[in-house]
């Protein structure tokens, strides 16, 4: 059997066992948002858990990341996310808290060298990061070049600590479903912590149907960041019923608080 029928077996299993768990019918799982009652049943500050308050803009100033930092300790969100020249900046403003700093790495495209990301990787942690969110080499993946997506991910993981949360940006938007299959399949070889569907720059953001099935890969012991384009609070608590265990959310306060927003970084 070659990697294409494999591929093609394990997919039609997955959309199966996924199918059979939703009581959907056919190969597409529905983008549904619950309710409003449904949403309520988890609070807001149980949800503000799950967030990853993330400010990616180029154009993102001083101001902004102060507010950022002053908003992750009000609403005890899990961790701020910024680029990575930002790390020294929110890891002294966050000093004592209990707010992580996540740093992205080879954002927001993933297509330059290795040592690169590994370096930068490094000098992340050096300057106070817990959390790398890297993302991988989308153009090596499309083309089939597996040894070196593996070799890509498997780089920054040994650029971590023993103590360091490294999540894999797969950019699921790019992804056709059996490419998303290859790749947490090649995350949880590595040992990586998290796969993550999106960087919020390229193609669509998380959806169900892709939180699901990454979920479904990776098993229960492996996390699952669901990012971009989440815009409320009953969108953000249907992702985690899905199966997320972490959210990236640019407008965190508006999600949890209720109001709607643009869901962009």
Same mark, same amino acid.
């Given at each position: 059997m070659d990697q294409k029928e494999l591929v093609d077996r394990i997919t039609k299993e997955v959309m199966q066992r #996924?199918?059979?768990?939703?009581?959907?019918?056919?190969?597409?799982?529905?983008d549904e948002v619950p309710s409003t009652n449904a949403g309520q049943r988890?609070?807001?500050?149980?949800?503000?858990?799950?967030?990853?308050?993330t400010l990616l803009k180029p154009e993102a100033v001083v101001q902004q990341f102060e507010q950022l930092c002053n908003e992750a300790v009000r609403y005890k969100f899990k961790s701020v996310c910024v680029n990575s020249s930002w790390i020294p900046f929110v890891a002294k403003?966050?000093?004592?808290?209990?707010?992580?700093?996540?740093?992205?790495?080879?954002?927001?495209?993933?297509?330059?060298?290795?040592r690169s990301?590994?370096?930068e990787a490094r000098n992340a942690i050096g300057n106070g990061a817990d959390e790398l969110d890297m993302v991988i080499n989308v153009g090596a993946l499309?083309?089939?070049?597996?040894? @070196?997506?593996?070799?890509?991910?498997? +780089? %920054?993981?040994r650029a971590?600590?023993?103590?360091?949360? #490294?999540k894999v940006i797969?950019?699921?938007?790019?992804?056709?479903?059996?490419?998303?299959?290859?790749?947490?399949?090649?995350s949880r070889k590595v040992g990586a912590d998290f796969v993550k569907?999106?960087?919020?720059?390229?193609?669509?953001? +998380?959806? %169900?149907?892709?939180?699901? @099935?990454?979920?479904?890969?990776?098993?229960?012991?492996?996390?699952?960041?669901?990012s971009g384009g989440i815009r409320n609070f009953n969108q953000a608590v249907a992702l985690i019923h899905a199966g997320a265990s972490r959210l990236g959310c640019g407008s965190s306060v508006d999600v949890i608080t209720g109001a709607e927003s643009s869901g962009k970084y």
């Amino acid at each position: 059997m070659d990697q294409k029928e494999l591929v093609d077996r394990i997919t039609k299993e997955v959309m199966q066992r #996924l199918d059979q768990k939703s009581g959907l019918h056919g190969n597409k799982i529905q983008d549904e948002v619950p309710s409003t009652n449904a949403g309520q049943r988890m609070s807001a500050a149980e949800l503000a858990a799950f967030i990853d308050h993330t400010l990616l803009k180029p154009e993102a100033v001083v101001q902004q990341f102060e507010q950022l930092c002053n908003e992750a300790v009000r609403y005890k969100f899990k961790s701020v996310c910024v680029n990575s020249s930002w790390i020294p900046f929110v890891a002294k403003k966050l000093r004592g808290t209990s707010v992580k700093i996540c740093s992205v790495i080879g954002f927001p495209l993933g297509e330059m060298d290795t040592r690169s990301k590994a370096f930068e990787a490094r000098n992340a942690i050096g300057n106070g990061a817990d959390e790398l969110d890297m993302v991988i080499n989308v153009g090596a993946l499309k083309s089939g070049n597996l040894k @070196l997506v593996e070799e890509d991910i498997r +780089a %920054i993981k040994r650029a971590c600590r023993s103590t360091t949360i #490294l999540k894999v940006i797969l950019e699921t938007g790019l992804l056709t479903d059996e490419e998303k299959i290859i790749a947490c399949e090649i995350s949880r070889k590595v040992g990586a912590d998290f796969v993550k569907t999106s960087t919020g720059f390229s193609g669509s953001g +998380a959806t %169900i149907h892709d939180v699901a @099935l990454m979920r479904r890969i990776v098993g229960p012991r492996m996390g699952v960041k669901a990012s971009g384009g989440i815009r409320n609070f009953n969108q953000a608590v249907a992702l985690i019923h899905a199966g997320a265990s972490r959210l990236g959310c640019g407008s965190s306060v508006d999600v949890i608080t209720g109001a709607e927003s643009s869901g962009k970084y």
